[in-house]
């Protein structure tokens, strides 16, 4: 038998030879020096050999004990081969797994595979509660095992500042979960039960302001905002009564004329989008051209800023500033057309809807009722930015009579 003397006499030759230790393990010695571990056997007649490592990184003592572990294998009819296939795979899942199955990782998987047919606010929203909220409380949680009181406590602390986002991020786990069920990364039997996590709580409307000394005091109150990027790109939600996010990203590439074309990837709808820009609107869009000079984006991003163009939350931020928290949201403008619009120039509503872009209620709408009312939409939000500067300066507001069909 083999001992640790002779091991380390062994000398390396023109070719590659053996020499046995005892019950088919042998040492085998190759002309580059190298000295590996081998086992010889046979499974079902069949002569065999499996490698059992290299010395003296795999010691004799430690040779020995694998080949016990190998015999033990063909006393239980198990080929040591066959079963080393099996432990590698199982290792490269487990490593695989590793690698791809901490909620972080499958984030960013669900994400990317989502956003395929989100618009880019929605992708936008997602990523923000995920990277703020989300992967700094469960981010290194392994997926396969992740429970329900591990998710809730990042729910509930959110819930108690925002809980119309946690509502928006208990939604977004339990599409990762569903994703890495899909994947094969969690067991689809293992479901997350999230539905009465968070509590009860009146959903409420977005904060908007809807009577005509509201939005007076709204709009000088914008007027008056010192920062002019934001002062613009506010007054342009008001005109336009587009999403804030959208309306952020606006890119000069877009602007036609008096219209804006918005592309299908940023409605919420995925439908483009024409906006008739009133006068104000187009004003505005001249005074940009100072701050940007035509390039990509018409609203440049403020300083610390990493996006490419004003941010929606610097939106936010100056109407907290000017003291509407809780009163008027960015989003806000969109219900403040809906409502004024309609009580005080008369507007009808489906021009409303379509200037809104909303999506087509029934399935037999949706896929007959193709109206935008094009000129109707013109003549409606030019009115309505003329009505908003009359309310600011005390001006007479005169309603919009629409044409008998």
Known sequence: MLTDAKLRALKP???????????????????TGTRWWRFRYRFNGIANMLTMGEYPGVSLVEARKRLGAARGLLDNGIDPSAQRKVDNEAAKSKAEHA????????????VAFKAKGWASETKRKAEFVLDRYLI?????????????????????ALAESAPNLARKARQYIGGIVRYAQREGLRDEARALP?????????????PAVTTPDEVAKLIEAIQDYPAAVVRAALLCCAYTAQRPGVVAAMRWDEIKGEEWHIPGPKMKMRHAHIV????QAVALLDEMKAFTGGREYVFPPLARQKTPHLHRDALSNALRRMGFAGQHATHGFRGMLRTVA????GVA????????????KGEVQKAYDRTTFTDERRKAMQAWADYLDNLRVGGKVIPIKRRKA
Do not use: C, M
């Open 13 to 31: 030759r023109e070719s590659v030879y053996r020499i046995a230790d005892a019950l088919g393990l042998a040492i085998e010695v190759r002309p």
């Open 99 to 110: 690698k791809r199955g901490t909620f972080a990782a499958v984030a960013a998987d669900w």
């Open 136 to 156: 700094p409380a469960l981010g290194d949680r392994d997926i396969a095992t992740l429970a329900a009181k591990d998710a809730a406590k990042p729910l509930l």
């Open 194 to 206: 999230l539905a009465e996590v968070l509590p009860s709580f009146d959903k409420g409307n977005i």
């Open 276 to 279: 008739s820009l009133p006068r």
């Open 342 to 345: 309609r009580e005080r120039l």
């Open 349 to 360: 509503a489906d021009v409303l809807e379509a200037q809104l872009a909303h999506a087509k």
